[in-house]
């Protein structure tokens, strides 16, 4: 999760609200009244909020009126939340379901961070080895107890080293997809060894 959290009070005009997620380089404000949480606002609803630039009214009575509207005019009251024992695949499930970008994280009633969707895309890079040189392969296994172990036991008599490895659904019931990034092998190396074990490689390069 990202903390320290940037915070809103209700009665902030939504031009400075802008003006805060701007200098801050984010897309979520929580409203906070007297440290409760009273709800969020998105950089898209006070966009919304603001006045069209087709409009017969002066600059002056648009500044005007935008300065009127506050962030309590605009935010959205119901916010689904987590707690900070939530495991992240749980939080992004919920994202998910939700259609939501972010998740305020909670203890008790005190917001302690929020996790953003970029917060995920950073776990994915993580996860996926993104930033570690190696050879990644794709393949559909069998759905069977002892299959990964049986891959990583020959990656690493091979004189490879998993540094990330992920499963999928596969076409079927039976069937899984598999990813995994290895370093200390060559390409054609680590193919020759797992093709033998795998239904089918759909894909194998270096990066």
Known sequence: MSFPIITAAPDLPVPEALALMTKEKIRHVLVVKKKKMVGIVTKGDLLTASPSIATSLSIWEINYLINKITVADVMKETVITSTEDTPIE??????????????????????VGIITDTDLFKILLELFGARQKGVRLTAEVSDRPGMLASLAQTICEAGGNIIALGTFSGETLSTSLITIKVEGIEEQTLRKVIEPLVLRLTDIRTN
């Open 90 to 111: 749980e939080a992004a499930r919920i994202m998910s379901d939700n259609k939501i970008s972010c998740l305020p994280v909670m203890r008790g009633e005190e917001v």
